[in-house]
């Protein structure tokens, strides 16, 4: 009789810790939250193309320049400083979206640094993720943003057929910035040309 009493005493907390342990096996586990992504780097900010400030005179700008003929066409012929006088870099411009500009432009209205132009080139299969990141970046503080990656103004350099839609666009601190994205046929690369104009040129 104690040995039945005994074996039943050990069977109970043997049976409970069965029922607590296949309990606790069928809650559902919960994933931990994905990590945040890794920060931008600090070229993604159109701030980095800024030199010199709008304004400044040519003996200003501290790199090396030549002077360059622009051609416009119809849609962007005109430009908010008039007819400026362009200068290219002599060398490598800032760097831009983690990469060398292919393009780099100081305009100056009246003898003074009215418009800022670079143009990178991106790759097709991550372009609308860098221009995304890049937007959401630029338009945290700006003023009027616009985010329609599928519209915006036809531009018929290099191919009448070629489209530049605006990708982003706004104002921060007195600048306006416009991002134009164009993609040529039968190249593999998108081209993202930002062009960040002072509030007033003429001043």
Same mark, same amino acid.
């Given at each position: %009789?104690?040995?039945?009493?005994? +074996? $039943?005493?050990?069977?109970? =907390?043997? $049976?409970?810790? &069965? %029922?607590?342990?296949?309990?606790?096996?069928?809650?559902?586990?919960?994933?931990? @939250?994905?990590?945040? =992504? =890794? =920060?931008?780097? !600090?070229?993604? *900010?159109?701030?980095?193309?800024?030199?010199?400030?709008?304004?400044?005179?040519?003996? *200003?700008?501290?790199?090396?320049? +030549?002077?360059?003929?622009?051609?416009?066409?119809?849609?962007?012929?005109?430009?908010?400083?008039?007819? @400026?006088?362009?200068?290219?870099?002599?060398?490598?411009?800032?760097?831009?979206?983690?990469?060398?500009?292919?393009?780099?432009?100081?305009?100056?209205? #009246?003898?003074?640094?009215?418009?800022?132009?670079?143009?990178?080139?991106?790759?097709?299969?991550?372009?609308?993720?860098?221009?995304?990141?890049?937007?959401?970046?630029?338009?945290?503080?700006? +003023?009027?943003?616009?985010?329609?990656?599928?519209?915006?103004?036809?531009?018929?350099? /290099?191919?009448?057929?070629?489209?530049?839609? $605006?990708?982003?666009?706004?104002?921060?601190? /007195?600048?306006?910035? !416009?991002? +134009? &994205?164009? #993609?040529?046929?039968?190249?593999?690369?998108?081209?993202?040309?930002?062009?960040? *104009?002072?509030?007033? @040129?003429?001043?």
């Amino acid at each position: %009789m104690n040995y039945a009493l005994l +074996h $039943v005493r050990w069977a109970v =907390p043997a $049976v409970t810790a &069965i %029922m607590l342990a296949a309990c606790a096996a069928s809650k559902p586990q919960i994933a931990p @939250p994905p990590p945040p =992504p =890794p =920060p931008l780097d !600090a070229s993604y *900010d159109w701030h980095v193309l800024l030199i010199a400030p709008f304004g400044s005179v040519l003996k *200003d700008i501290p790199l090396a320049v +030549h002077e360059v003929l622009v051609f416009r066409d119809e849609a962007h012929g005109e430009s908010p400083a008039g007819d @400026p006088e362009c200068y290219a870099v002599s060398g490598t411009g800032p760097r831009f979206l983690t990469r060398s500009p292919s393009s780099y432009l100081l305009c100056f209205n #009246r003898g003074k640094l009215s418009r800022i132009e670079a143009t990178v080139r991106l790759p097709e299969n991550g372009s609308a993720q860098i221009v995304a990141d890049a937007c959401a970046l630029w338009t945290k503080n700006a +003023h009027a943003p616009n985010t329609a990656a599928s519209a915006g103004p036809e531009r018929s350099e /290099g191919s009448k057929d070629s489209k530049d839609p $605006v990708a982003c666009e706004g104002a921060d601190g /007195g600048i306006a910035f !416009a991002a +134009h &994205i164009e #993609r040529e046929p039968n190249e593999e690369d998108t081209q993202l040309t930002i062009q960040l *104009d002072a509030a007033d @040129p003429a001043s």
